[in-house]
């Protein structure tokens, strides 16, 4: 029904920049909200950024003004630019996707890409 794929994690040093990218696709009527998450080794998931699509963003309390969330409602894409990375930075990053279909409201995750800052 409705795929969410991200890309751009890599191995970085630290003080190094990404762009990760997340498109949603399939049977979407409207996306509500679009957002990144992050989970490090034996760590709980945790907010990253997430982008309502009329405008309104919230970023988790570690981001500090490093990371800018963005994105291209026409795609049904969001984009996480980070910058300033530090090691504890590394982890996987998964996009989430809140979504609007036919039989109603639901939220898709995508397989995650993984972000690695070496110190």
């Known amino acids: 029904q409705v795929q969410v794929v991200e890309s751009g994690g890599d191995l970085v040093q630290a003080g190094g920049s990404l762009r990760l990218s997340c498109t949603a696709s399939?049977?979407?009527?409207?996306?509500?909200?679009m957002g990144w998450y992050r989970q490090a080794p034996g760590k709980q998931r945790q907010l990253v950024a997430r982008?309502?699509?009329?405008?309104?963003?919230t970023y988790g309390d570690f981001v500090k003004g490093r990371f800018t969330i963005s994105g291209d409602n026409a795609k049904n894409t969001v984009y996480l630019q980070m910058n300033s990375l530090k090691p504890e930075d590394t982890a996987v990053y998964y996009c989430?996707?809140?979504?609007?279909?036919?039989?109603?409201?639901?939220?898709?995750w995508g397989q995650g890409t993984q972000v690695t800052v070496s110190a």
């Open positions: 399939g049977s979407i009527i409207s996306i509500n909200e």
């Open positions: 982008r309502l699509s009329t405008g309104p963003i």
């Open positions: 989430k996707a809140d979504v609007r279909l036919s039989s109603g409201s639901n939220h898709y």
